[in-house]
């Protein structure tokens, strides 16, 4: 029997985003956005992240790409924090921060160059 999309987006994501970013949002979900996690976890995990056509470390750069260009700073903090489980390095992130600041502009890749580094320094506090 085939998985379902909703099954092969909770494998993508926690494999993305770890077990316990997963555990945390699914133990803080509640009737009110039930319905908006399994579509995240349908459409964007299982139907996209899923798809064969990108591996994931691509995936996630385009989509630290995204968010830095957009100003969503929450979620970028959040997909930075996850580089580790995708093998993105920071050298990675940096030039595609970089290439944030041509085409998206200057002050969103100013924005997420800070960002990236209080969650890299994190990171390599975390290590130690």
């Known amino acids: 029997m085939t998985e379902s999309k909703f099954e092969q987006g909770e494998k993508v994501r926690r494999k993305v ?11 803080n979900k509640s009737d009110f956005d039930n319905d908006f996690h399994h579509f995240i ?18 995936r996630h750069l385009i989509t630290i790409s995204v968010l830095a260009a957009t100003g969503r700073d929450h979620e970028l903090a959040l997909h930075l924090r996850a580089t580790p489980n995708t093998g993105v390095t920071p050298e990675e992130v940096k030039e595609a921060l970089l ?3 041509v085409y998206g502009g200057v002050p969103a890749a100013n ?9 890299f320094a994190e990171l390599d506090e975390e290590g130690d």
Do not use: Y
Not at 41 to 58: F, I, S
Not at 111 to 119: L, P, Q, R, V, Y
């Open 17 to 27: 985003l770890g077990d316990a970013h997963v555990d945390r949002t699914l133990a």
């Open 41 to 58: 976890t349908e459409m964007a995990w299982g139907g996209v992240w899923a798809r064969p056509g990108l591996d994931h470390k691509t």
């Open 99 to 101: 290439q944030v600041a």
């Open 111 to 119: 924005t997420a160059f800070s960002i990236a580094k209080k969650i």
